[in-house]
């Protein structure tokens, strides 16, 4: 268990290896639950990215343009570990 100290003004700095094992770095945030019995769960907060964010993902990375057989086929082989 690692042991914190507040500060004065209520802030607390995390040891590095606290981090690391959290997976954050510096200006990435962390996320507090808190939980009724007086108890939180801290962990890393990940984006979680909207389908709106993902259209357009790939636009202009090809000029091909993959009908939806091929995306089928495409899917499938990757199901299967097939490049």
Known sequence: MT???ITARG???FRKEVLQH???????????DLL???RGILKASRP???IDGFFGLLASKTSKVATIEE????CQQGWA???
């Open 71 to 74: 995306m089928n086929e495409a």
């Open 36 to 38: 009724p019995d007086g």
């Open 48 to 50: 979680s990215g909207t």
């Open 81 to 83: 570990g097939k490049e």
């Open 22 to 32: 959290l997976g954050i770095k510096p200006g990435e945030k962390i996320e507090l």
């Open 11 to 13: 802030q607390v700095t």
């Open 3 to 5: 042991t914190l100290t």
